[in-house]
């Protein structure tokens, strides 16, 4: 079984509809979850950041982690063209940087006008 | 803009060719971390440098090589390619207290 197991798509969605990226984990350590967007041959872009368990919401994004099940999200509202992209989820176990995060493999999503 | 510089963008070079990957981190940051991306594949990640010295390997072949330098940029060094090592090549940086990594641009490599 892979650290972090991620849809890879492709997702394609109308302008509009509310948009809902998921992985899920093995390692129970993990507390530390982040979301990166790459636009196509683009380095990864951070999007959210967020600690243990619960919500987070920046604008039309929100992450969301359930620890119990090792599952996060991420909900993009009003999709817009401009969020078509490759998302990835990456973890941690520790906080300082001294230890290269997980990356899922990510999902390519396509917003459609 | 997050702060990382890669150079160069884009290498072309011949197969059993030697390059050298150049990648300045964010201000202050003291790791440096080296990915590979191959087309339609994810991030794999390669190798770790913390204040110098070599901190976590992943998935780096032989071949490859790099180091951290005392101003604390990096080099990733690619020998005797061959044509599945073209890919993008990030180079990410941390800082001690923060746990996401900054990504730069890459630096496509096509080996030919």
């Known amino acids: 079984q892979k650290e972090v197991e991620q849809d890879p798509g492709p997702l394609s969605v109308p302008e509009g509809a509310i948009v809902s990226l998921n992985c899920t984990y093995s390692n129970s350590a993990f507390q530390y979850f982040m979301w990166y967007r790459q636009y196509s041959r683009k380095g990864p872009e951070l999007l959210m950041y967020?600690?243990?368990?619960g919500n987070k919401e920046d604008g039309r994004f929100t992450a969301q982690v359930d620890k119990s099940s090792k599952y996060i999200s991420l909900f993009i509202r009003d999709s817009q063209p401009s969020d078509s992209a490759t998302y990835l989820c990456a973890m941690s176990a520790v906080r300082s940087g001294n230890t290269p995060l997980v990356f899922g493999k990510g999902t390519r999503l396509s917003v459609i006008a | 803009d997050s702060g990382v510089t890669q150079t160069p963008k884009h290498l072309i070079t011949a197969t059993g060719q030697r390059v050298t990957l150049r990648c300045s981190p964010r201000?202050?940051?003291?790791?440096v971390y080296w990915y590979q991306q191959s087309l339609d594949q994810g991030l794999q990640f390669l190798i770790q440098y913390y204040n110098g010295e070599e901190r976590a390997k992943g998935n780096i072949l032989e071949r490859f090589s790099a180091q951290q330098f005392p101003d604390l940029h990096s080099e990733l060094n690619l020998s005797s390619l061959e044509l599945g090592d073209s890919a993008l090549y990030f180079c990410?940086?941390?800082?001690?207290?923060?746990?996401?990594?900054?990504f730069g641009q890459g630096t496509r490599l096509t080996v030919v």
């Open positions: 990410a940086s941390s800082g001690n207290r923060g746990t996401e990594a900054f």
């Open positions: 967020t600690y243990s368990s």
């Open positions: 201000s202050g940051d003291l790791s």
